[in-house]
């Protein structure tokens, strides 16, 4: 619904529309309509008669009236697991004032008070994106005074850095007081626990002192390794695919593979919820963009079908487990999906690799098609211990992305000594299965804790486990209490996560004992309590 000519930015505008007995809470306005949230599903009508009071950008106090006729043209869920229903309006008819009213509205959403210390209280990271100015630092200056004297007290998470390996209990040092604390580590992502091990440290260090500490150049030009083609070639056997790419991170693969693959006669399918790095390839390459909603087939087929006659080439690009909410991707539907649409499917394995599989491949490996996977993305910052990423295809398509990738070719790959503890730890996880047989017991046994306390957690089926908390500003209390009392974590917000979709994170490790994962559970409830968060 936004107006893509005006560059409206989408924001959480708040408004509300009775009509019919119809009330929500906006999310965004352009000329053309407006969606909206309900907590009840709306038919579908037309001819609706509407008035809105809406308040304008960020720091303004104004309200704009607005009134006409419009159509409701759709409501549903943007996932099954969320509480709200997305409703499309379509404005057919105003009177000469609310069109006078509404473009106002426009007009002030592109606008941005200076002054700081306006109503900062409920501002969010997603408030300082935009500010039109012939300066471009102006947003950097403003979201500076604001993230110093204000934003620093919601995003607790900021105000602390590592002192210690990423442990299952790890030690950090506040910010701003330089002190340091303990904290039981649940918002990592080394959910084998390999960064400690001393296996995987001593092939580092042992290729740090055979090797030195870098490459010396791009990786096309005299920088790549023999340890750099040993561990293309593990990978490759270990995933099943005739050939792998480094990249020097899991952003840069994704970017790489999109970009260097898809051009603008292109077009490249989205789950809504796929990482930020998988749009941003998207846009790099200049092919078009189309999106489905989170986990929806009949969505995706409707897409599809748009798609078959009007472009070139068609990849789908979907996350094997998406890293806000622990959910799988329904890949054998998704990948039957291809076939008949004549797709290419490639699959983001992060959060996947290590952790799920008779072998540990991942989603591809857990829902039975791995084989139909065309593009195996992976990354090797989370199970591998390490740093990077990594694409696996047939090898005509790894040969194009070694000089059509340019992340790849423009760039430095990862250290020796990184690939070499990367290969350890790939041995690790073929060779010992009882590491991750660990890690789903830890993984049931908080899942159980968080249900016997009644949370909302979701469809999670890996390691990371949401505590789902619609009201951001109970969010954040509720996340303060929980660093508070010595529990690390992350926190998921507009827009990151759709509106009503916020969340808290926990990143279950191999290594968490079960007296931490029941101190966990422990702290998680006395925060509730104190919060009244369960009732």
């Known amino acids: 619904m936004i107006d893509i000519k005006r560059k409206v930015p989408r924001f959480n505008i708040e408004f509300t529309i009775y009509s019919n007995s119809i009330c929500g809470n906006g999310l965004n306005i352009s000329q053309k309509g407006m969606g909206f ?32 006729v419009g159509n409701l043209l759709y409501s549903k869920k943007i996932n099954e697991n969320n509480e709200f229903y997305y409703n499309g309006f379509e404005f057919t008819k105003f009177n000469k004032k609310s069109k006078t009213e509404l473009l106002d509205l426009l007009d002030d959403i592109r606008k941005f008070e200076k002054d700081p210390n306006t109503v900062t209280e409920t501002k969010s990271l997603a408030d300082f994106v935009y500010y039109p100015s012939d300066d471009i630092s102006d947003k950097a200056d403003i979201f500076y005074n604001i993230m110093t004297e204000n934003l620093t007290n919601k995003y607790e998470i900021f105000s602390y850095y590592l002192d210690s390996p990423s442990t299952s209990t790890s030690n950090f040092i506040q910010l701003k007081t330089e002190n340091k604390k303990s904290m039981i580590m649940m918002g990592s992502n080394n959910y084998l626990g390999l960064t400690n091990h001393p296996d995987v440290i001593k092939a580092g260090c042992d290729a740090l002192q055979k090797y030195g500490s870098g490459n010396g150049s791009g990786a096309m030009v005299g920088g790549t390794l023999s340890i750099h083609k040993r561990l293309e070639k593990e990978l490759a056997e270990f995933v099943g695919k005739e050939e792998v790419i480094i990249f020097n991170s899991g952003y840069s693969a994704n970017v ?56 070139n080439g068609r990849l789908i690009v979907i996350n094997g487990v998406f890293s806000s909410n622990g959910e799988i991707a329904p890949l054998k539907e998704i990948s039957g999906l291809a076939k008949d649409y004549n797709c290419m499917l490639m699959v983001d394995e992060a959060h996947g690799l290590g952790i799920l599989g008779e072998k540990g491949i991942g989603a591809s490996e857990h829902c039975g098609v791995l084989n139909d996977v065309d593009i195996f993305m992976g990354t090797m910052s989370k199970s591998l211990a390490g740093v990077g990423g990594f694409a696996a295809a047939r090898k005509e398509i790894i040969e194009y992305l070694r000089f059509y990738g340019r992340p790849y070719l423009f760039s430095t790959n990862i250290p020796p000594s990184a690939a070499a503890s990367i290969l350890k730890a790939l041995q690790i996880i073929r060779d010992d299965k ?25 469809n999670s089926e890996s390691a990371i486990i949401p505590i789902y908390i619609p009201d951001t500003n109970l969010l954040f209390r509720f996340s303060k209490k929980l660093f508070q009392k010595g529990l690390f974590h992350n926190i998921f917000i507009f827009p990151a996560v759709p509106m009503g979709g916020s969340l808290i994170r926990f990143g279950i490790m191999a290594t968490h004992t079960e007296q931490e994962l029941t101190r966990a559970l422990k702290i998680i409830e006395e925060a509730s309590e104190e919060e009244n968060l369960l009732h």
């Open 37 to 68: 949230l309900t907590e009840k599903e709306l038919m579908p009508a037309t001819d609706i008669p509407f008035k809105t009071q809406i308040k304008g950008f960020i720091f303004s106090n104004k309200l704009y009236t607005i009134e006409g």
């Open 256 to 311: 790489g593979i999109i970009s260097g693959l898809l051009r603008p006669q292109d077009v490249v399918i989205n789950d809504i919820s796929n990482h930020a790095s998988i749009f941003d390839g998207c846009i790099l390459s200049g092919a078009k963009r189309l999106v489905f909603s989170h986990n929806d087939i009949s969505n995706l087929k409707r897409v599809l079908k748009r798609a078959e006659l009007k472009y």
């Open 434 to 458: 009882s590491i991750r047989e660990q890690l789903w017991y830890n993984i049931n046994f908080f899942k159980a804790g968080l249900k016997k306390l009644n949370f909302n957690i979701g």
